[in-house]
T-cell receptor
Framework: KNQVEQSPQSLIILEGKNCTLQ??????????LRWYKQDTGRGPVSLTI?????NTKSNGRYTATLDADTKQSSLHITASQLSDSASYIC???????????FGKGTRLSVIA | ETGVTQTPRHLVMGMTNKKSLKCEQH?????MYWYKQSAKKPLELMFV???????ENNSVPSRFSPECPNSSHLFLHLHTLQPEDSALYLC???????????????????FGPGTRLTVL
C-alpha cells in the first residue's frame, strides 16, 4: 500500500533556530516528491519538488533532501522565522495513472 | 495568492440543508480537483475533472455532487450531510494532458484557500 509517514507530528522551536522535518514513504513506482507549506486558513503551497535523480533542492531558507534508496526525505529550515509557523506536508507522486499520496503533515510553531 | 479562489470561506449548515461550494481558477489549467482535509488525516482526493470530464470519483458518498461547467469553474453541491463531513474542503487545479486520470504527476497542483465546513 502506498503510504507517506511524517515526523514529528508537531514541533515547537524558538525563532532563529534550525529544524528538520522527516518524511518516509513506501510508494512504488516513485515519480517525484514535493514538500508543501500550508499556513493556517490557507491552501497548501509547493516549496520544492525532487525527482528520483535529485538528492537536494533549496528554496531560500528551505532545503529538501531525498534518499531514494532508503525512501526518505527531509525538509531543513534554517534560521526560522515566525512566518514559518505552518503545517508542512510531504506529497509523493506515483508513476502512471494514480493519485498523489499525502502525508498527515508536521505542524511547526515558531515562537519568539 | 495561488490563482485559485474558493467561496464561501466558511460555511455552517444543518444536516437537512442544501449548499454549494464554488471554486474558480485563473491559471488556464485544464484539470481541477476536490480534496477533503480532516484534522490529523492526510488530504483525501474526492473528485478529479480533466478537460471538464469527471475522470475520478474516489468512492465519495452521493451526498456530495460535483459539477464542472467549464475548465475554470468547479462546484461541489452538498445535501443531507452528516456531522462527520465537517472538514476543510480544498479545490486545486493543474495543467495536464488529455488521455489519463492523474496525468503528468510532475505538474504542480495549485490549491485554493479552502472552505471550512461545519455540519451541525
Amino acid at each position: 500500500k502506498n503510504q507517506v509517514e511524517q515526523s514529528p507530528q508537531s514541533l515547537i522551536i524558538l525563532e532563529g533556530k534550525n529544524c528538520t522535518l522527516q518524511c518516509n514513504y513506501t510508494v512504488s513506482p516513485f515519480s517525484n516528491l514535493r514538500w508543501y507549506k500550508q499556513d493556517t486558513g490557507r491552501g497548501p503551497v509547493s516549496l520544492t519538488i525532487m525527482t528520483f535523480s535529485e538528492n537536494t533542492k533549496s528554496n531560500g531558507r528551505y532545503t529538501a533532501t531525498l534518499d531514494a534508496d532508503t525512501k526518505q526525505s527531509s525538509l531543513h529550515i534554517t534560521a526560522s522565522q515566525l512566518s514559518d509557523s505552518a503545517s508542512y506536508i510531504c506529497v509523493v507522486s506515483v508513476s502512471g495513472n494514480t493519485p498523489l499520496v499525502f502525508g498527515k503533515g508536521t505542524r511547526l510553531s515558531v515562537i519568539a | 495568492e495561488t490563482g485559485v479562489t474558493q467561496t464561501p470561506r466558511h460555511l455552517v449548515m444543518g444536516m437537512t440543508n442544501k449548499k454549494s461550494l464554488k471554486c474558480e481558477q485563473h491559471l488556464g489549467h485544464n484539470a481541477m480537483y476536490w480534496y477533503k482535509q480532516s484534522a490529523k488525516k492526510p488530504l483525501e482526493l474526492m473528485f478529479v475533472y480533466n478537460f471538464k470530464e469527471q475522470t475520478e470519483n474516489n468512492s465519495v458518498p452521493s451526498r456530495f455532487s460535483p459539477e464542472c461547467p467549464n475548465s475554470s469553474h468547479l462546484f461541489l453541491h452538498l445535501h443531507t450531510l452528516q456531522p462527520e463531513d465537517s472538514a476543510l474542503y480544498l479545490c486545486a487545479s493543474s495543467q495536464d494532458v488529455r488521455g489519463g486520470t492523474y496525468l503528468s504527476s510532475y505538474n504542480e497542483q495549485f490549491f485554493g484557500p479552502g472552505t471550512r465546513l461545519t455540519v451541525l
